[in-house]
């Protein structure tokens, strides 16, 4: 169970984290108007497309001592960020990262201009009318970006078998763990961890649509529409 | 209502300018000065009545020029002055309204008032509340109160702010009648205790009638009358105001002569030999002019009447006749020129009047109005 | 001639063409331990030109392809990196009869790159306890055959428990050389054959005794599920042949004791 609680942990983090970078991206996403804006929306699209074992393995480089990200943490830390949890952190971060910010987006934009333009007349600051009119109308989003946040990095295998070095209790995520059981001819180990995750996805996924269908179909019918 | 706010006119002179410098596309070019009071925008849609309020707000920004509310600038190109709407002092009420969904009616009203210390605040909104006579739905959602109310919440919530400006985008357009009644009766009682210019933009009428001291007439972008209501609309000059003003018949003719010592000149209607006196004006025999008359300014007879003072009265044929609501639409054939007239479903029974018959039409020399294209 | 029958003419030429190349020689599909990577390739291209045959490999775990061919994976030959896994596919009847062979004994080895200075080759296991060394890289002993004989001759060094907090797995002995490679980790315990390949040819390596483990018997097999079995015995009949071993002697490769073999006469890789 230490590769479940493992996961949790890891999925917790991330979904942590990518909430409080996503806000802000998606922010501007949703109201920037600078024309190079189809550009940062591939970017963070890219996971969707990408094999993540290309993302692992671009990881794996910049990690390295001549990567950027490695050089960095060594300079700071003295050590390396492959095989380190931290180091999963930052893969999962960027796996995930449209996963976050596209339903954000998505929510954003479909608040109705009109009471953007009204409460700036009214004498909001764009703060103020993100934080009272926006927000409230956005929850559904919030919600989505942060339970598929951390179904995803739950289920997430190739992009921890890259980076991760398969350390129990570091990065022996519970994907990897069904792995290796299976790669031991364990089937039964296997199959009894891979059953647990599926009914965890499943509650998980239920309670998006649960609480979607009951504040109406908004967000799933915008999402993903870019 | 506490708190009285006196501002000077409004004066914009601006350009909204779309599309590159070599193929310009003039979405507005207006100089207007709109007094305290109630000021009627006017005109068509796409004639750039939503982007010049958008202007005056903040929310969009003109290409060129300046928009001043007595002295107190809050746009100027040269200056390099543009205002952000939150420091205008300007209320704005869309056409949709946009009353904030999660928030109770209270909590919309007294959005605007979040720099007023609490206690200052809560007066005021309890005293708008009950001016607007919506204060027993204060705790209600906008999605949980009727359209009528809505609209009253949104003028409230507007209003509240103190405004020096405040500009109307088509609110009434969603009520029907009676609510409409109510809450022109709700504003100009406002207007009369705060005296601030008042832009409220309608293709409606009858709101004209209702509430307006000067109206602007705009087309195409471009100002195409300022004044009484009156002058601008029931004299239009221009024949796509003449049709949004309700004039049904727009008749092609050719000036014949003129007789300036009465004031008049006749013409004959396009394609026939039906000659009508109209008002003098600039033209010459041989001009082709525009001539509009309102179906209601035409009457009908079942004999050839005699001792009217109309100078106009051509006999016809009723080619068809059909219901609109409370009135009747006859068209009458005079020798091949068709004139639309209204009448009332009494007058349609006690003429007995029915397609084929004879009738007279009778039209008053100054029911007619030259318009240009 | 219209336009239309030229185009179809000259397609119909590419088609009958191209079925007239294919049929000239077959396709075989094999999967191979990830040890193998260079040295089987160089041993395809031999047979390659000798036949008229083409040979698709696909590298990766030996376990993997375990569960896969038991799952019906369409490979013609299976070349494992122990004995274990060909031995349970016999088993279960995936093996055409006669056909599980014996075709080398892997070694493994310390191999860094050069440019850290670890100096393997005089410090043996010593050098895993340099303090610069903070991450070592193996292949996951549960389920990986170099990785198992890695852990062996760990515990047998005398260091494992000194030096275990620094291990990292990898999930077969690729991935634990691509840990290495990209600098992540600064040791491995890697296969010789990739020690020895151009890739990493530059780099300090260390053969480690192969009495420090239980020696890495691996084995080929032909599947049942080929279809074509004259092309795939042909080529599992050329790894038994002279020219392959000698292949695999350049990259580290030793025999079983019942069948010596002459050097190569190749050039050196």
Same mark, same amino acid.
């Given at each position: 169970m230490e590769a479940l609680f493992l996961s949790v942990r890891l999925a917790l983090c991330v979904s942590a984290i990518l909430f409080a970078i996503g806000m802000p991206l998606a922010y501007w996403l949703a109201y920037s108007r600078w024309r190079g804006k189809f550009l940062v929306e591939s970017v963070v699209a890219l996971p969707l497309v990408l094999p993540p074992t290309v993302l692992g393995f671009y990881l794996l480089v910049a990690m390295g001592p001549r990567g950027p990200l490695g050089k960095l943490w060594q300079a700071l830390f003295g050590h390396g960020l492959a095989f380190t949890f931290t180091g999963l952190i930052v893969a999962s971060v960027l796996y995930s990262l449209p996963f976050a910010v596209q339903p954000l987006v998505a929510s954003f934009e479909g608040v109705d201009r009109k009471l953007l333009d009204a409460s700036a007349v009214l004498g909001a600051s764009a703060l103020r009318t993100f934080r009272r009119v926006v927000l409230p109308m956005s929850i559904p989003g919030v919600l989505t970006a942060l339970v598929l946040s951390f179904a995803h990095t739950l289920g997430e295998f190739g992009v921890v078998l890259m980076v991760g070095g398969n350390l129990p209790g570091i990065t022996r995520t519970v994907s990897i763990d069904i792995y290796d059981h299976v790669q031991s001819l364990e089937y039964a180990d296997a199959n009894r961890m891979a059953v647990i995750l599926l009914v965890f996805s499943f509650a998980v996924l239920s309670v998006v649509y649960g609480v979607n269908r009951r504040v109406g179909r908004r967000v799933w019918a915008t999402w993903p529409a870019r | 209502?506490?708190?009285?706010?006196?501002?000077?006119?409004?004066?914009?002179?601006?350009?909204?300018? /779309?599309?590159?410098?070599?193929?310009?596309?003039?979405?507005?070019?207006?100089?207007?000065?709109?007094?305290?009071?109630?000021?009627?925008?006017?005109? +068509?849609?796409?004639?750039?009545?939503?982007?010049?309020?958008?202007?005056?707000?903040?929310?969009?920004?003109?290409?060129?020029?300046?928009?001043?509310?007595?002295?107190?600038?809050?746009?100027?190109?040269?200056?390099?002055?543009?205002?952000?709407?939150?420091?205008?002092?300007?209320?704005?009420?869309?056409?949709?309204?946009?009353?904030?969904? /999660?928030?109770?009616?209270?909590?919309?009203?007294?959005?605007?008032?979040?720099?007023?210390?609490?206690?200052?605040?809560?007066? /005021?909104?309890?005293?708008?509340?009950?001016?607007?006579?919506?204060?027993?739905?204060?705790?209600?959602?906008?999605?949980?109160?009727?359209?009528?109310?809505?609209?009253?919440?949104?003028?409230?919530?507007?209003?509240?702010?103190?405004?020096?400006?405040?500009?109307?985008?088509?609110?009434?357009?969603?009520?029907?009648?009676?609510?409409?009644?109510?809450?022109?009766?709700?504003?100009?009682?406002?207007?009369?205790?705060? /005296?601030?210019?008042?832009?409220?933009?309608?293709?409606?009428?009858?709101?004209?009638?209702?509430?307006?001291?000067?109206?602007?007439?705009?087309?195409?972008?471009?100002?195409?009358?300022?004044?009484?209501?009156?002058?601008?609309?029931?004299?239009?000059?221009?024949?796509?105001?003449?049709?949004?003003?309700?004039?049904?018949?727009?008749?092609?003719?050719?000036?014949?002569?003129?007789?300036?010592?009465?004031?008049?000149?006749?013409?004959?209607?396009?394609?026939?030999?039906?000659?009508?006196?109209? +008002?003098?004006?600039?033209?010459?025999?041989?001009?082709?002019?525009? &001539?509009?008359?309102?179906?209601?300014?035409?009457?009908?007879?079942?004999?050839?009447?005699?001792?009217?003072?109309?100078?106009?009265?051509?006999?016809?044929?009723?080619?068809?006749?059909?219901?609109?609501?409370?009135? &009747?639409?006859?068209?009458?054939?005079?020798?091949?020129?068709?004139?639309?007239?209204?009448?009332?479903?009494?007058?349609?029974?006690?003429?007995?009047?029915?397609?084929?018959?004879?009738?007279?039409?009778?039209?008053?020399?100054?029911?007619?109005?030259?318009?240009s294209d | 001639m219209t336009y239309i029958s030229k185009i179809l003419g000259v397609a119909a030429l590419l088609i009958m063409g191209s079925a007239v190349a294919r049929g000239q020689g077959a396709q075989i599909s094999v999967a191979a331990a990830a040890d193998l990577t260079f040295a089987l390739n160089e041993i395809a291209k031999e047979y390659e030109s000798q036949t008229h045959n083409k040979v698709k490999i696909v590298y990766g775990s030996s376990g993997n392809f375990f569960s896969q061919i038991q799952n019906g994976a369409p490979f013609d030959v299976f070349l494992s990196a122990d004995l274990e896994y060909p031995r349970k596919l016999q088993a279960a009847g995936l093996v055409e009869s006669g056909t599980l062979y014996r075709y080398a004994i892997g070694e493994i080895a310390l191999w860094c790159p050069a440019n850290l200075s670890l100096d393997l080759k005089n410090k043996h296991w010593n050098a895993l306890k340099d303090p610069r060394v903070q991450k070592i890289a193996m292949a996951n002993p549960a389920h990986a055959p170099y990785g198992r004989a890695a852990l062996e001759a760990l515990q047998k060094s005398g260091i494992y428990s000194q030096i275990q907090p620094k291990l990292v797995y990898g999930e077969n002995i690729s991935q634990a050389a691509q840990f290495v490679q990209s600098g992540n980790a600064q040791i491995g315990i890697v296969a010789l054959s990739l020690a020895l390949s151009p890739a990493m040819k530059s780099g300090e390596t260390w053969e480690i005794p192969g009495d420090m483990h239980e020696p890495i018997e691996q084995a080929v097999v032909v599947l049942k599920r080929t279809k074509d079995k004259p092309a795939a015995r042909s080529f599992f009949n050329f790894l038994k042949g002279d020219s392959a071993r000698g292949i695999l002697v350049d990259y580290g490769f030793t025999f079983p004791a019942h069948a010596p073999v002459a050097p190569s006469t190749r050039r050196e890789p």
């Open positions: - | 209502m506490a708190g009285e706010v006196e501002s000077g006119a409004l004066t914009a002179l601006i350009r909204v300018q /779309r599309g590159g410098a070599s193929q310009p596309v003039f979405v507005l070019d207006i100089s207007v000065a709109v007094p305290s009071g109630i000021t009627i925008l006017f005109g +068509p849609s796409g004639s750039g009545k939503s982007t010049l309020l958008d202007c005056v707000a903040g929310l969009l920004r003109p290409t060129v020029g300046r928009i001043a509310v007595g002295d107190r600038v809050l746009f100027d190109s040269s200056g390099g002055v543009n205002l952000p709407p939150q420091q205008r002092r300007v209320a704005y009420v869309f056409q949709s309204l946009a009353l904030f969904p /999660r928030m109770s009616v209270e909590e919309n009203v007294a959005y605007g008032l979040a720099d007023t210390p609490e206690a200052r605040r809560g007066e /005021r909104v309890d005293l708008i509340l009950a001016a607007f006579r919506v204060a027993h739905l204060r705790s209600r959602k906008p999605g949980e109160i009727s359209g009528g109310e809505q609209q009253r919440v949104a003028l409230a919530r507007s209003l509240v702010t103190l405004p020096q400006v405040l500009l109307l985008d088509e609110p009434l357009s969603r009520l029907d009648a009676e609510l409409k009644a109510s809450i022109v009766e709700d504003l100009r009682a406002w207007n009369q205790t705060q /005296r601030i210019p008042i832009l409220y933009v309608t293709h409606s009428r009858d709101e004209v009638d209702a509430l307006a001291q000067r109206v602007i007439a705009i087309e195409h972008g471009r100002v195409i009358g300022q004044g009484h209501p009156r002058e601008v609309l029931d004299a239009p000059r221009r024949t796509r105001l003449a049709l949004a003003a309700g004039f049904e018949n727009l008749l092609d003719a050719t000036v014949v002569s003129l007789r300036e010592a009465d004031g008049v000149m006749s013409a004959r209607l396009a394609e026939t030999a039906v000659e009508i006196e109209v +008002p003098l004006s600039y033209a010459t025999p041989g001009d082709r002019v525009r &001539i509009a008359v309102r179906a209601g300014d035409i009457m009908l007879a079942t004999q050839h009447p005699s001792g009217l003072s109309a100078r106009n009265v051509l006999e016809g044929q009723i080619e068809s006749m059909e219901h609109r609501g409370t009135l &009747i639409a006859v068209h009458v054939n005079c020798r091949s020129a068709v004139l639309m007239s209204h009448v009332t479903p009494g007058a349609l029974r006690s003429l007995e009047l029915s397609t084929g018959k004879t009738v007279w039409v009778v039209l008053k020399t100054h029911s007619c109005h030259l318009v | -």
